[in-house]
Every structure is written in C-alpha cells, then in structure tokens.
C-alpha cells in the first residue's frame, strides 16, 4: 500500500513537472535548428539496406520542423537547410512523392528557389514518370515564377498525357500558349488531346476551347493579310471588317468580345475566364483532396 | 545414421530450441509492437500513406530478420560449440559436416518462421493502413512477396556468415561480431562502387581505395542485390530477371561458404 501511494505521489509530482510551461521546463530555450545532414553517400551507407525509410524519416523530420518553427514559433525556417535535406531524402528514394510535394508547397513561393525546386521537380519526373503532379508544379513554377509561358505549357501538355480525362490540363496548357502567342501550337495540341478523349464533359469543354483559339487564330491572320495589303498593322479589328478581308467579327464562346491590344495581338475581354474560374476552382479540389 | 536424416533432425532440434529462445521471443513481440505502429508512422505522410505504412514495415521486417539471425547465430551455433554441448551430439556416429550442416539448417528454417510470422504481422498492418484510406492504390502482394525472399536470403548469408567464423573461431563473440561487420561492408559495398563508379566524387580516385573496393565488391556478399523494397513499396513491374540473378548467386554464395566452414570444421582441433 505504501509502495503505491509512493508510486502514485511521483507519477503526480512527474506530470505536475510536464505541464510547467515551456520557459520553466527548458522546453522552446534552445533555438530549433534543422540539421545539416551528410552526403548522400553517407546517408545511404548509413541506412544499411532501408534507403526509403532513411528518406521518409528525414522528410518526417522536414515536416515537423517546419510545423514547429512556423507555426507553433512563429520563425523564418531555415528553407535552403529544408531544401538540402529534400534533396538528399529523394536521393536515397527517388520515388518519395511526400518530398517533392512538400518543397513545392515551402518554395514555390521564393522566387530565388525556383531553379533548385525544379531541379528537385525534374528528378522527381525523372522517377515518377506516372505522376502528374510533377508536371504540373513544374508548369506553375514556370508560368507563375519565371514567366515563361511556353515551358509552362510544356510540362502542361505532359501532366496531360499521364492523365488525359483530366481536361484542366489541357484547358490551362492552351491559355498559357495562347498568352504566349503559341495559338498555332495550342489548336494542335487541343485536337489531339480532344482525340484522346472519351469523357464527354470533358470533350465539350476542350472543344469550346478550340472554337475560341480558332477564332483567335482566323483573327490573327486576318491581321497578317492586313499587313502584307497595307504594310502596316491595323488600328482595330473594324479595320478588318472596311478593308473586306473577314466578313464578319467572330464571336467568343466564352462570351467576350475581341479586339486588338497595343502590341497587335488578338485579346478577348472574357480572357477565357469562364474555364480559369472553373480550373481554378478544380485545383483547389484536387489539392485538398 | 544416413547423413540427411542426421542433418534433418539436427535441424530440427535447433529449431525448436530456438523457438524456446526467450530472447527471440521477446524480439519478435517487439516486432509485432513495432508493426502495429505502422498505423501511426504512415498517418504522417502527405501523399502516400500506403506507401509509407509498406516501406516501414518492410525495413522493420528486415531489421529485426536480422537482428534475430545474428542471435540466433550467437545463441545456437558459437555458443554451443564454444560450450562444446555440440560433443554429445558429435559422439554420436553424425560427421562434423553433417553437424554443421544440421544447425544450419535449423538456422534456415528458424529465420523462414521469423520472416513468416513477421511477414504476415506486416500485410496485417499494411491492410489496416489500406481500410483507413478513401482512396488507396491497390496492393502488389506479389511484390512484397518478393521483398520478403530478399530479407530470407539476407538472413540466410548473414547465417551462412556466422557459420564459417564459427568454424573458425573459438569465441562465441567474435563470429557476431565479425558477422555484424560483413553486414555493414555487404549493404554498403554496391554503393561505394556506384559512387566510385559514375566519378561523383569529384577527383580521380586513388587506386588503393579502387582496389580495396573493388576487392570488398567481389569477397564478400552483395546484400543490396536482395533488395526488392521499392517494387513493393511502388507496385513496380516485378524484376524477374534480377530476382532470378540474386536467387543463383544467394544460392552459390551460401553453397560455398558451407562447403568453406564444413572443410575447416572438420579439420579444426576440438580437444
């Protein structure tokens, strides 16, 4: 009986000393560091045989370290150390989709980490080749951080061929070579993509697509023939219509109306915003999920 | 006694004693604490529970696989002889190969229930994992299949390994440890080679560690040619031509290092 009530007052004094606050326990005094990790090499010799649970635990310890130190602490996180030790975790497992997922979500917002995080992107394409996500992130980091629209469409057209009933990709990859002034490019890409569809809301959305980059295109060489007759760029797509060359001004699926910018493009005042409300909508869907 | 039927009931009698092992027992019950973990290991995952939940299983397994080996070495071959308990058995009109190869075969069929039972603890918490989950790639049993014969085979080299240092030495600790460090060079002697291999080291390398590591390569065991983990861990296509490769160079590999400990065993000086 003793022993118990012995046992039972320092199992008490025990939980009274764990819910002192941190400032008293010792717990939050040290500085949180994410830790330099060895090569590598190091790393895999290290893990005698267990490369992939070498690597998840060090995304583990990226995961947590980064919940501590942003959002329990409040602190700037050390991204390059975070960084580096993703880069060494998808070195011992190339195929560890939970590191390349959880850079993009830390980096794609540092502009100076763009070229490393989508290096660590393209290994992961590399290793991955069935994942769309890859493909995916590396066009947003190309169209959004490096404003290069065409790379961007690129890897678009590629997240696309992994998952063809998907038809966000191949909606954002036309917009993105549209804006690029790929529309040639785009139409191609979108009949060949519609072929490869079967989904039937999926194809009725590609198609409305087409039917407005076919109308920016029958524009754009409306615009060309201007050119070659006047040796100079029209003023406005009436200018078109007087000089006979279309007969009529082609109407947007999307519910704008086209007109010419200052740099001689085709623009549209729905600037095919119907599909990136519903894409965007989509993204948010599939990234919570 | 016909030589098989000694070396059968040989194995046998090791295989029950190393059942009533309580060291291995209370390792395997660790074992099936550390596998209902995977539970809570997998949940931390963003994008591939599944994924993780069979890789951690699949290291456990292989961790404790050998782990147990490497005791059971200890326990039933170099303790017993350092003990010379084997002298009962060896008074008997049994040949020291037959011995020998008697325990072995005891060691193989206890690392087979180890890896068994420690198998199935795995799928169990690996099917848990996958109820859990709304939407979960299928399971390619097949593949974990095979990633369990690589960790037998591993088991079964380390055991092999044990044997022949026990034919050689004449303490009980030194064959485990001598056993733990062909482990470490045979993980690690692949990589070392790949490294050295594609020149990522930078600068030239000097021939002394080209040698030495080429030697390593070549003497002793090549455990990473074992290890299907990430086919299972990914359902990738199964590599038959890799597993049928490991199978005939595990098989010569084991072959001849029991032809290597029954020669010396034989020839050793037991007085």
Request: glycine share 2%.
């Given at each position: 009986m003793k022993r118990l009530l012995a046992g039972l007052i320092l199992a008490g004094l025990l939980a009274g000393l764990l819910a002192l606050p941190p400032s008293l326990s010792g717990k939050g005094l040290a500085p949180l560091r994410f830790p330099s990790y060895p090569p590598s090499l190091a790393l895999e010799l290290m893990s005698l045989g267990n490369r992939e649970l070498a690597s998840t635990l060090i995304f583990y310890n990226a995961q947590f370290y980064f919940g501590e130190k942003y959002?329990?602490?409040k602190e700037a996180p050390e991204f390059q150390q975070l960084f580096l030790g993703l880069d060494k975790a998808t070195d011992l497992d190339?195929?560890?989709?939970d590191c390349y997922y959880f850079a993009q979500g830390i980096l794609s917002d540092l502009k100076p980490a763009i070229p490393v995080l989508n290096r660590l992107l393209e290994k992961g394409m590399r290793n991955?080749?069935?994942?769309?996500y890859l493909p995916f992130f590396l066009s947003a980091n190309h169209y959004?951080?490096?404003?290069d629209p065409v790379t961007a469409s690129r890897y678009l057209q590629k997240a696309a061929a992994i998952n063809?009933?998907?038809a966000i990709f191949a909606s954002l990859s036309a917009r993105m070579l549209y804006q690029g002034n790929q529309t040639e490019a785009a139409i191609a890409y979108l009949e060949e993509f519609i072929k490869e569809t079967n989904n039937p809301s999926v194809r009725k959305l590609l198609l409305k697509r087409l039917q407005a980059l076919a109308a920016i295109r029958y524009l754009e060489k409306a615009v060309q023939a201007f050119r070659e007759q006047r040796g100079e760029a029209p003023a406005g797509l009436t200018e078109l219509l007087q000089a006979g060359i279309i007969k009529k001004l082609p109407s947007d699926p999307y519910g704008g109306t086209f007109a010419l910018d200052s740099d001689g493009r085709i623009v549209t005042?729905?600037?095919?915003?119907e599909a990136w409300r519903k894409n965007d909508k989509r993204d948010h869907d599939q990234q919570a999920q | 006694m016909h030589a098989l039927s000694a070396i059968w009931a040989l194995g046998r009698v090791t295989l029950k004693g190393g059942l009533r092992d309580r060291l291995i027992q209370s390792l395997l019950l660790a074992g099936l604490l550390f596998l209902l973990s995977t539970l809570v290991f997998s949940?931390?995952?963003?994008?591939?529970p599944l994924e993780v939940a069979i890789n951690y299983s699949l290291a456990t397994v292989q961790i404790l696989a050998i782990l147990i080996t490497l005791f059971l070495g200890l326990n039933l071959l170099s303790r017993e002889i350092e003990s010379r308990a084997g002298y009962l058995v060896m008074?008997?009109?049994?040949?020291r190969s037959a011995y020998l190869l008697g325990k072995y075969c005891g060691l193989a069929l206890l690392c087979l229930v180890v890896v068994g039972f420690l198998g199935l603890c795995a799928a169990g918490g690996i099917v848990l994992v996958r109820l859990g989950l709304a939407e979960a790639p299928a399971i390619a049993w097949a593949n974990f299949s095979l990633a369990l014969a690589g960790i037998l085979a591993i088991a079964l080299l380390l055991g092999a390994v044990t044997l022949l240092f026990t034919a050689l030495?004449?303490?009980?600790v030194l064959p485990f440890l001598m056993t733990i460090g062909v482990w470490f060079i045979g993980q690690s002697t692949q990589a070392v080679k790949n490294y050295l291999d594609a020149g990522l080291g930078g600068q030239e390398t000097p021939p002394l560690l080209g040698w030495l590591v080429t030697g390593s390569y070549y003497l002793?065991?090549?455990?990473?040619?074992?290890?299907f983990k990430a086919y299972a861990i990914y359902s990738l296509s199964l590599p038959l031509q890799q597993a049928a490769y490991a199978l005939a160079y595990g098989a010569l590999y084991i072959l001849l290092l029991l032809l290597l400990a029954t020669t010396l065993f034989r020839q050793r000086d037991m007085t």
């Open positions: 959002a329990w602490r190339p195929r560890n989709m991955r080749p069935n994942d769309w959004f951080q490096l404003n063809p009933d998907n005042t729905s600037n095919l915003a | 949940n931390f995952s963003m994008r591939q008074g008997q009109p049994v040949s030495a004449t303490s009980a002793f065991p090549n455990l990473s040619l074992f290890d």
